[in-house]
Every structure is written in C-alpha cells, then in structure tokens.
C-alpha cells in the first residue's frame, strides 16, 4: 500500500490566491482527517470525514477554508483566499477502526506570500 | 486555549541514556493516550498508547506512564538511540470519538 497521498508537497503562492491541497486516503479507510501544524499550536484538526461525511468542521478557521471528499479515495482543503498567516505545513490522515490506525500523509508545506 | 500541553519545546540526550518526555492534559474526559513520533518532511507515525483504565504501558525500549490524579504522562525511551532524533507529539481522545487532539511537540535529539 502506498499509504497516504498527498499533493503538492510545496506550495508557495501569494497572499489573495485560491490554494487546494489533495489527499488520497488509504484504501479501505473510512474516516478521514485534515491536521494543521504550526510551531506555536502543534497539530491542530481541521475537519473529519467519516465515510465521506463532514463529521466535525469546528477547527476551520474561517469560511475561506472549505473541505470536500467526493468519495472515498480523494478529498481536498481549499483555503480562498489565502493569508501569510494560513503559512503552515497541512497534513492529512486516515484510519479504519482506532487511533492506533491513525496513518499520516507526508504533508504538504505552505508558504503565503 | 491548549488541552494538551507539551511544555518542553526540546530535549537533548546522550546516546544510551534515558530520554523522558512529559505531557499534560487539562480535559478530565480525555481517557486514550497516544504518543506519535515525527521526522523532518513525513507524516507523524503511531508509536505507544495506554488507556485510562492502566498507568503503564511497555513496548521494547518504549514505556509510557499515566498519572490520571495529576492528568500527566510521560514517555520513557530506554536507552535512547540516535534513530530516535526526533519529535514527539502527545495526544489524547475521549469517551472513544473521533477527534485527536495533539500538543505542540517535544524534539528529541539524542546525542553521540
């Protein structure tokens, strides 16, 4: 299994650009999970799927980041429009039935300009 | 507002020595303790767990504590290899959901 797939590794694009970061979870994961990380707050969670269903969108920042799964193998986070302070490294994860699951993508570093 | 709290930033140790790092919780429903290990530009990975219902847990050279009273926990690496460099986040769930949540992270450098 090739694990969790994420897409682009690096993006750096300037401040007021729309940005859209991909994910592929692990085949026959049902949950699903965006992670921000930062130096002054660690890992914080964005949103969850469960079975493709937005389960908890509490830690979105803001109405400029939304976050689709059309289906059980690919979901996006897009940030519109995007600030210096989105400047972070995105992770996404996924898992079957408990956290010892719990499968990390290799992220993706944002940098806003 | 930080439920889980990894007040060292960093920790050095020597190669052979022990390594401790330390985590606390201020959220009394937490009750499934995790710790993950990260290196530079991967994904973090699953290490060690312990539930609430326990205040030890071994693996190999990897042990972490449960202090419930005191809402702490500690990894313990004995002894500390230079594979280990690397950092280590604390992360706690509740009542058997669906949300993690992590700490800031310690980085662990250990030494030669």
Request: aromatic fraction near 12%.
């Amino acid at each position: 299994d090739a694990g969790v797939i994420q897409s682009p590794r690096h993006e750096v694009t300037e401040m007021g650009q729309e940005v859209t970061l991909r994910c592929k979870p692990i085949s026959g994961h049902n949950s699903l999970f965006w992670y921000r990380q930062t130096m002054m707050r660690g890992l914080e969670l964005l949103i969850y799927f469960n079975n493709n269903v937005p389960i908890d969108d509490s830690g979105m920042p803001e109405d400029r980041f939304s976050a689709k799964m059309p289906n059980a193998s690919f979901s996006t986070l897009k940030i519109q429009p995007s600030e210096p302070r989105d400047s972070a490294v995105y992770f996404c994860a996924s898992s079957s039935a408990s956290w010892e699951s719990l499968y990390f993508g290799p992220g993706t570093r944002l940098l806003v300009l | 507002d930080q439920q889980v709290k990894q007040n060292s930033p960093s920790l050095s140790v020597q190669e052979g020595r022990i390594s401790i790092l330390n985590c606390d919780y201020t959220n009394s429903m937490f009750d499934y303790f995790l710790w993950y290990k990260k290196y530079p530009a991967e994904g973090p990975t699953f290490l060690i767990s312990i539930s609430s219902i326990k205040d030890k847990n071994e693996d190999g050279r990897f042990t972490v504590f449960l202090n419930k009273s005191a809402k702490h926990l500690s990894l313990h690496i004995v002894p500390s290899q230079p594979g280990d460099s690397a950092v280590y986040f604390c992360a706690a769930s509740a009542g058997g959901g669906n949300k993690l949540t992590f700490g800031t992270g310690t980085q662990l450098k250990v030494e030669l």
